[in-house]
């Protein structure tokens, strides 16, 4: 597993609790593996784009790095005090069923204002068939309305340990790889005067490119990247 030794940073006792416990499940019942995690800013403002197949698509991404990852959930879950406690500690970002609602874009605009992380899924929600699914234009927005730096990144195996279709966790490897930032400075720059037809567009765009780049990059640590 990438990055050992490595101390998280700017984790509080709750997050950091939760790092190591769920590290260690990775490492051993899913004997995780995670490539180029070095791509990713170490401080400041910065957006994971990944794909989307399991459950344990969000823990995976959190363990790979060290530093805390602001990730969203359904605000329905917060309703539950001991449940809504532990993801208020863990700085989880609620939102509502769509995924779009003007509190949860405010909430994430305020991580990433803060110099967080935070990580969105292109696809909006899981697969069905372990296969990538179109990208919803949803974070184009989050990247346009933002300065931060975006890595893509895709998700290996974790349809096949717990796919929407299965109840219960199965021990196969699964995998997380890194690719570099993507430049997005000139939409971002013709955002700023275009029409309401063009802006909607440009976010569009933005999503099918990230999911083009999630798509080429491939299991190890050589492949398209």
Not at 75 to 85: C, N
Not at 176 to 199: M, N, S, W, Y
Request: glycine share 8%; hydrophobic share 45%; net charge positive.
């Amino acid at each position: 597993m990438a990055s050992e030794g490595c101390e998280p940073a700017r984790m509080n006792f709750s997050y950091r609790t939760a790092w190591v416990l769920f590290r260690f499940v990775y490492r051993t019942y899913f004997r995780c593996q995670i490539w180029h995690p070095e791509r990713v800013p170490l401080t400041g403002p910065v957006i994971l784009a990944s794909n989307h197949a399991s459950f344990l698509d969000p823990p995976l991404i959190g363990v790979s790095l060290p530093r805390k990852v602001n990730i969203l959930a359904r605000e329905s879950l917060f309703r539950f005090p001991i449940m809504g406690a532990v993801l208020r500690s863990w700085s989880v970002v609620p939102v509502d069923r769509e995924g779009a609602g003007a509190a949860g874009l405010k909430a994430i605009f305020n991580r990433l204002n803060d110099g967080g992380a935070i990580m969105l899924f292109p696809e909006g929600t899981r697969t069905r068939d372990g296969q990538l699914q179109p990208a919803r234009s949803g974070i184009g927005l989050a990247v346009i309305k933002s300065t931060a730096p975006v890595v893509p990144l895709r998700i290996f195996g974790t349809f096949e340990a717990l796919g929407r279709h299965m109840r219960f966790p199965r021990p196969r490897r699964v995998a997380v790889k890194f690719g570099h930032p993507q430049p997005f400075a000139a939409l971002r720059a013709e955002a700023q005067t275009c029409d309401k037809a063009r802006i909607k567009a440009i976010y569009q765009q933005v999503a099918d490119e990230l999911m083009a780049a999630i798509a080429a990059l491939k299991p190890g640590a050589d492949g398209v990247a």
